[in-house]
């Protein structure tokens, strides 16, 4: 399923429209909808809704929520942006000696429902690689991390291993070690005392496009 930045672009073009014209319909700066393209930019629920009736399309279409154009059938409920979705950045590295959600490591953001996250402060990772894929975590999926300093025996966390850049793998516990496993088998498991890897967080959703 296609995201919002790769759906506004495929609707402007099915309108046979530049990024300026799209603007100036909207009365944007052109700037302004290049970077809803390359999603280093995000509307406001008043610019959502403008966009979704220019394209005569839904507001759960436009951010590739659904495969469905259409308004809301009959009996579905609508999305409120202001009570129900909350705005999550994006993460293509974390380097070390940079905080997590430091301005340049943030590539973009995403929408999430705040039912879907209970408390805390979460962040996606994009990933790379395929050291996770039998975990359905592709290149270029977009993993949704719960920050925390600790996870339980075998579940995927963004963990930095003797400070150098971070990674995902699955964490086994034994005794003073901490082995981390790639969910591919060409990938042999990692082995390092507990104090050479620092936790930064439990993987709990992933996004992939097919």
Known sequence: MVDFPDRLK????????????LADKLNLGRATVGGYEQGTRFPDKETLNQLADFFDVSVDYLLGRTDQRSQLPP?????????????????????????????????????????????????????????????????????????????????????????DEATLKRVHKKGEFIILHADNDKYDPMIYSANEVKIIGKAVEVKTKL
């Open 10 to 21: 495929q609707l402007r073009k099915e309108k046979e429209l530049y990024q300026k014209d």
């Open 75 to 163: 009996g579905a409920i609508p999305v409120d942006f202001d009570k129900d979705m909350k705005l999550i950045p994006v993460i293509g590295t974390i380097q070390c000696g940079t905080p997590v959600l430091a301005e340049q490591n943030i590539i973009g953001y995403e929408y999430v429902r705040k039912q879907d996250i209970n408390g805390g402060t979460y962040f996606y990772l994009k990933a790379t690689g395929d050291s996770m894929i039998n975990s359905n975590i592709r290149e270029g999926s977009l993993v949704l991390i719960r920050k925390q300093e600790d996870v339980e025996n075998k579940e995927i966390a963004v963990v930095m291993v003797n400070g």
